[in-house]
């Protein structure tokens, strides 16, 4: 399965992305799907995940601007980023199928 992410760009603070993760090749059901962020000199952290009963939990640090959804039908799982924050500048990466996507920039300016 392959993985490809977009939607991201550059953002005042206090604005709005969506990004997105589009799924391709042999997908026979969804399992838990995460995006995660990593900014220079950083660890790589996990933002948001989703089960495949629907159950999703956020890191606490995008808690309430965040939501994670998934489309089955599209193959695409997203996250809605709201009231985005300059910590908020990262790369973003979807997880899912045990593959990563390449990446997405996310830059928030002040």
């Known amino acids: 399965v392959q993985l490809v992410e977009s939607g991201g760009g550059l953002v005042q603070a206090g604005g709005s992305l969506r990004l997105s993760c589009a799924a391709s090749g042999s997908i026979i059901s969804w399992g838990t799907t995460s995006w995660h962020r990593q900014s220079p000199g950083k660890q790589r952290e996990l933002v948001a995940a989703?089960?495949?009963?629907?159950?999703?939990n956020y890191a606490d640090s995008v808690k309430g601007r965040f939501t994670i959804s998934r489309d089955t039908f599209k193959n695409t799982v997203y996250l809605q980023m709201n009231s985005l924050k300059p910590e908020d500048t990262a790369v973003y990466y979807c997880?899912?199928?045990?593959?990563w996507g390449q990446g997405t920039q996310v830059t928030v300016s002040s």
């Open positions: 989703i089960t495949s009963a629907g159950t999703t």
């Open positions: 997880a899912a199928f045990d593959s």
